[in-house]
């Protein structure tokens, strides 16, 4: 059984690695990408790049340890069939809805370019690849079929945004009994307050959906074995 000790919030603990894997959610280009989803809505990508650096730190390091990843990407059927009417109301003028054509081709739909995930932190073989139509990676897919044929009982979560995507999928592994340890700078908002409320209430009242760790922190504990 090998174990990692990790000074998280709200706790210091030890970790199995035997029964932990790493998840990385959406780091796409349409999110991550100028021209892509998240600018045409207005946002500025820049805050979700700051993410990019501390994720491939993370990543490189797990696969050293040769932990299990797995990559989350939010999208579409190329019919649309699966995008509720809200999701698209929502979303303004016609110029900003899902399936249109953007410069990565049509957004935020299966096999573009735009919904896959960046250079950077892409996939090598081994990696899963989980295409959630929805902001939690449990939500119509087969996440939880894979962890628990892998005896999956914590997740390291990384990935954008912190207050939606990835709070969601903690949210949903919270309820499964998972214990989540969000890394906090691998984790990124196009809103700076919503990152930093959205990492307290991981932590509140002891805890009540994970922990967080930096990710110099993480890194640190996986070289640590690998050396």
């Known amino acids: 059984m090998v174990q990692i000790a990790l000074s998280m919030q709200p706790h210091v603990g030890e970790i199995e690695l035997d029964s932990a894997a790493l998840i990385i959610i959406d780091m796409q280009r349409d999110f991550l990408e100028p021209q892509g989803f998240g600018e045409l809505l207005g946002n500025d990508v820049s805050k979700l790049q700051r993410a990019i650096d501390p994720c491939q730190k993370v990543l490189q390091a ?3 340890a040769n932990l299990t990843v797995l990559h989350t990407r939010e999208g579409h059927r190329a019919d649309m069939l699966d995008v509720h ?8 003028c016609a110029s900003q809805v899902i399936g249109t054509q953007g410069p990565n081709g049509r957004i935020l739909i299966r096999g573009e370019m735009g919904h896959d995930i960046i250079p950077a932190l892409y996939p090598v073989d081994g990696e899963a690849v989980i295409d959630k139509p929805g902001k939690g990676s ?19 979560v990384c990935g954008v945004t912190t207050e939606v995507c990835v709070h969601t999928t903690v949210r949903e592994a919270n309820d499964r009994g998972i214990h989540c340890v969000v890394v906090s700078d691998a984790c990124a908002s196009f809103f700076d307050d919503f990152h930093r409320v959205a990492l307290e209430m991981v932590v509140a009242q002891g805890g009540i959906f994970g922990s967080t760790v930096e990710s110099k922190e993480l890194v640190g504990a996986f070289e640590r074995l690998t050396k």
Do not use: M, P, S, W
Not at 138 to 150: C, S, W
């Open 138 to 156: 449990f939500y119509g897919t087969d996440l939880e079929v894979i962890l628990a044929a892998r005896n999956i009982r914590t997740l390291f």
């Open 62 to 64: 797990a696969r050293k």
């Open 85 to 92: 009417g809200h999701k698209l109301q929502r979303l303004g």
